[in-house]
């Protein structure tokens, strides 16, 4: 069975702040697949990032950089200089190996971006 | 291009009666997911179906949800007949066929049955 656990239910930070978002997964699968997923006030969901359980590179796009740890199953995402459009709920998800494409989500974090 | 299209994107009936949802992935896609998100249970996959076939319907509730692919470019999910249990935000997403390609979602449609 595969799991995600996002343990802050809620974050607010001031703008410009930095902060981190965890993820830790859980999946017995050797081949899997880690997402992190937008939902902004009008409730659609945005495609941020996806990464394989082969690359455990660290990736940056903009302002937005995510951790991947295999040792401790986590997949942390950083918003570094914070602006209120980041204000969203943020989830992560796990797929696994054909067949198991479903994408398990942890339950969000939602986080609010103080002017 | 077109991202996942999604109707009614809102929906009110009335305990007992039919509801359709429809979904409309993005050209090119194999593989279609049906999500539906409230608040008690967070997001969580009904069914998914690759190339047109349903591969994994485990998290269909009951005998009141069933879904359909009939082509590419098109699937329904119905329930007959609704209670107000079903309630909640239903998500239409598309991929790439295969493991690992990432999900793009369709703008939902927000079902209350009274």
């Known amino acids: 069975a595969q799991k995600v656990t996002q343990a802050q239910t809620e974050i607010s930070v001031v703008e410009k702040e930095d902060v981190t978002l965890d993820c830790v997964y859980e999946t017995r699968d050797t081949t899997y697949y880690l997402f992190w997923y937008k939902q902004p006030p009008s409730g659609e969901l945005v495609f941020l990032i996806r990464?394989?359980?082969?690359?455990?590179q660290n990736e940056i796009s903009g302002r937005y950089s995510w951790n991947f740890q295999k040792s401790t199953s986590s997949f942390n995402f950083t918003i570094t200089a914070s602006q209120v459009v980041d204000s969203a709920v943020y989830f992560c998800?796990?797929?696994?190996?054909?067949?198991?494409?479903?994408?398990?989500f942890g339950t969000g974090t939602r986080l609010t971006i103080i002017p | 291009d077109a991202g996942v299209i999604q109707s009614p994107r809102h929906e009110v009936t009335e305990m007992g009666q039919e509801v359709t949802l429809r979904c409309k992935p993005i050209s090119g896609h194999n593989s279609l997911f049906w999500y539906r998100q409230t608040m008690m249970r967070g997001l969580e996959l009904l069914i998914y179906f690759n190339n047109n076939v349903p591969i994994d319907d485990s998290g269909m509730p009951e005998d009141r949800f069933s879904a359909k692919m009939p082509n590419a470019s098109f699937s329904t999910l119905k329930i007959q007949p609704s209670e107000p249990r079903d309630s909640a935000v239903y998500f239409c997403a598309s991929s790439l066929e295969g493991q690992g390609y990432e999900q793009y979602f369709g703008p939902g449609t927000r079902l209350t049955v009274t």
């Open positions: 990464r394989n359980s082969f690359d455990e």
């Open positions: 998800a796990l797929s696994g190996n054909f067949g198991n494409e479903k994408l398990t």
